[in-house]
C-alpha cells in the first residue's frame, strides 16, 4: 500500500483573484479567507466561473496551476517509477537510499509485500530469506572500511528490490493532479487505483482534480 500525507494546500485565494484578470471582473470576487483559521472559501461567483473555465479544458482553467499541494508519500520505488512520469508542475526531496543504506534494518514494514494468492509456492518466506540476505551484505559492508565499504554499498544499493518503500517529501499543482487522476484512477497497482484516489478525493475542492461538480 502507499501513505499519502498532506501537509499543505494553497493558492485558492489567488488563484480565484487571477481568474478574473482576463475579463476584468474583480467586482465579482467573492472567496473569503478565515483570519482566525486560515481556511478558503470559495464563493459562489467564484465557484461558478471556476466550474465552467474547467469544463472548457486544460486551456481555460490555467487557474488549477496556482492551486499547490506539499504531501508526504510513502510508496514502493516501483510505484515512484511510475510517478516519475510527471515531470512538469512538481518537485520532490526524497529519501536517499545511498546515503542510508548502510543502516536501514531491512524489516517487513519496509517492503510492499509480495502477493501470490491460490498457489503452493510460498514467496513469502522467499521474500524473507532474501531479506535476510540484504542484512547480510549490510553487515560484512559495515564490516569493510574505504573502498571496500564504498564497493559493498554499490552491491547493497544494486540488490535493493522495487517493492523497497521509499519516502519523497512532493509539492505539485491541482493541474498535475487532475492529469494523474484522469490517467490513473483505473490502473492496475492499488497503489494508484485505491490509495492514490481515495487522497486525492480528501483534498480541499477534489472536484477541481476529479471534475466530479454537483449538478
Given at each position: 500500500m502507499a501513505k499519502f500525507e498532506t501537509l499543505k494546500v494553497t493558492g485558492f485565494y489567488e488563484a480565484m483573484w487571477g481568474m478574473?484578470?482576463?475579463?476584468?471582473?474583480?467586482?465579482?470576487?467573492?472567496?473569503?479567507?478565515?483570519?482566525?483559521?486560515?481556511?478558503?472559501?470559495?464563493?459562489?461567483?467564484?465557484y461558478k466561473l471556476a466550474k465552467s473555465l474547467w469544463l472548457g479544458g486544460t486551456e481555460h482553467r490555467k487557474y488549477l496551476r496556482q492551486i499547490w499541494v506539499w504531501a508526504d508519500i510513502y510508496a514502493p520505488r516501483f510505484w515512484w517509477s511510475e510517478y516519475d512520469t510527471y515531470r512538469i508542475g512538481t518537485a520532490a526531496n526524497s529519501e536517499s537510499t545511498m546515503h542510508k543504506i548502510l543502516k536501514e534494518d531491512?524489516?517487513?514494514?519496509?517492503?510492499?509485500w509480495p502477493r501470490f494468492e491460490n498457489s503452493d509456492w510460498d514467496i513469502e518466506a522467499e521474500f524473507r530469506n532474501y531479506?535476510?540476505?540484504?542484512?547480510?551484505?549490510?553487515?560484512?559492508?559495515?564490516?569493510?572500511s574505504g573502498q571496500d565499504k564504498e564497493r559493498m554499498q554499490q552491491i547493497l544499493k544494486s540488490m535493493l528490490p522495487e517493492s523497497f518503500i521509499q519516502k519523497r517529501s512532493v509539492n505539485l499543482n491541482y493541474e498535475t493532479l487532475a492529469t494523474m487522476y484522469r490517467q490513473r484512477k483505473n490502473h492496475r497497482l492499488p497503489q494508484w487505483r485505491e490509495?492514490?484516489?481515495?487522497?486525492?478525493?480528501?483534498?480541499?475542492?477534489?472536484?477541481?482534480?476529479?471534475?466530479?461538480?454537483?449538478?
Open positions: 478574473r484578470a482576463p475579463l476584468k471582473s474583480y467586482n465579482k470576487f467573492d472567496t473569503k479567507t478565515n483570519n482566525i483559521t486560515g481556511t478558503v472559501t470559495i464563493g459562489p461567483n467564484d531491512f524489516t517487513e514494514d519496509e517492503f510492499e531479506l535476510d540476505l540484504l542484512k547480510t551484505v549490510r553487515d560484512r559492508a559495515n564490516m569493510c490509495d492514490f484516489v481515495s487522497w486525492v478525493e480528501t483534498l480541499p475542492y477534489s472536484e477541481f482534480i476529479t471534475g466530479a461538480f454537483d449538478e
